[in-house]
């Protein structure tokens, strides 16, 4: 069995927090296992928690949009959250769920050792950039932490709750995809 494989494993059986009771998949990760890049979200919505995919509802596909809009081919980028189970009514994670399932996230970083991460909306930003991440501030900026060069950009669901958002994310996405460019990634 592969680490990854193991890693899967640990996390389809864990009970660290009161989520797995009412989990149908595990949301562990999507894509390549070998990607220089990787999205980090908040949690699994109703979509991902039925599929065990990340990113597959409405703001996955949005996100699909945006990453062929500016060239970026999601089967060769990783994208996991920060939790692996749907909190009930798609509700903000709290701390504790937060901290009983970042082991997880971390090991899938050292496995990847990816070059780059994105995060997806506030929550990801405040758990992996800084508790005291302002998105609406501090989208686009890149951070660097430790190997890895950081940035956040909106969560697509939000982008889909105001519209209004949506040149920022273009923005963004853009500017990512220069900053891959210049890493050769």
Not at 6 to 26: A, D, G, I, M, V
Not at 92 to 108: F, H, M, S, T, V
Not at 125 to 147: C, R, V, Y
Not at 161 to 171: F, L, T, V, Y
Request: charged fraction near 30%; aromatic fraction near 8%.
């Amino acid at each position: 069995m592969t680490a990854w494989e193991e890693l899967y494993e640990s996390c389809s059986k864990c009970e660290k927090c009161e989520l797995h009771k009412t989990r149908t998949n595990c949301v562990f990760g999507t894509g390549s296992q070998s990607s220089d890049v990787l999205f980090v979200g908040e949690a699994p919505g109703e979509k991902e928690d039925l599929s065990g995919v990340p990113f597959v509802g409405a703001a996955g596909k949005l996100l699909d949009k945006y990453l062929y809009a500016v060239g970026i081919d999601r089967e060769r980028v990783y994208i996991a959250n920060i939790l692996k189970c749907r909190p009930p009514k798609n509700r903000d994670p709290k701390p504790e769920e937060e901290e009983a399932c970042i082991g997880y996230l971390r090991e899938q970083v050292k496995l990847l050792n990816p070059k780059v991460i994105i995060c997806l909306g506030r929550i990801s930003a405040m758990k992996l950039i800084k508790p005291d991440f302002k998105i609406t501030q501090e989208h686009g900026k890149w951070f660097k932490k430790g190997n890895y060069l950081m940035t956040a950009v909106y969560h697509p669901a939000a982008l889909l709750r105001d519209p209004r958002k949506k040149e920022d994310m273009m923005a963004d996405m853009e500017n990512i995809k220069e900053k891959l460019e210049e890493l050769s990634v």
